[in-house]
Structures are given as C-alpha cells and as structure tokens.
Nanobody
Framework: QVQLVESGGGLVQPGGSLRLSCAAS?????MAWHRQAPGQQREWVAA???????NYADSVKRRFTISRDNAKNTVYLQMNSLKPEDTAVYYCNSWPKATMTWGQGTQVTVSS
C-alpha cells in the first residue's frame, strides 16, 4: 500500500505563495491535489498524468501549477496569488479516482 505524505503548508498573507509537496512511498501514476475547507466537502484542485498533462479547477487556473518528479515519486503544487478562500487542508491522491489511503494533509491558511 503506497503511503502519501503532504507537506509545505503554512500561514501566508493574501497574494503570497506556497509550494506543497506530496511524497509517495511507491510508484505513482496520475495524481491530483484536493482540498477541504472547514465545514465544506473535499474538492478537486488540480491533476497531472504520467505524461505531464495537467488539469485545473476553474478557481485556481492561472494561479496554481501542478508538477511532478517521477524519480522521487513526488507531486508538487505551486500556489501563487493566494486568496483567503484558498484556506483549506490540502491532500493528494490518485486521479481520476482517489484509490489510495488519504494522508494527513497539509494546512494552508491565507490571512492578513
């Protein structure tokens, strides 16, 4: 069973940037980032295939960039121009179906 460990979250001011990492303990294929804000359902944010094709939710297009390092079994999420509504716990998982065990996530808080 591949384990996922998310990291890189923190407190940032509106307009700031963060880079999240998702390290997998084994081989990964198409992967996605998801997020869950307090009191809200988990939502999909961005996805990347093994061939490096990417897709983004409309709410993060042109602000977030998903990438991967296959040699390190790691997926990244570069988040720029952060807004308070981006505040959430961010998770990664396989895509299009989240079949892996969810990690603990990493908290991103955007606030002045």
């Amino acid at each position: 069973q591949v384990q996922l460990v998310e990291s890189g979250g923190g407190l940032v001011q509106p307009g700031g940037s963060l880079r999240l990492s998702c390290a997998a303990s084994g081989t990964i294929y198409a992967m996605a980032w998801h997020r869950q804000a307090p009191g809200q359902q988990r939502e999909w944010v961005a996805a990347i295939t093994s061939g490096l094709s990417t897709n983004y939710a409309d709410s993060v297009k042109r602000r977030f960039t998903i990438s991967r390092d296959n040699a390190k079994n790691t997926v990244y999420l570069q988040m720029n121009s952060l807004k308070p509504e981006d505040t959430a716990v961010y998770y990664c998982n396989s895509w299009p179906k989240a079949t892996m065990t969810w990690g603990q996530g990493t908290q991103v808080t955007v606030s002045s």
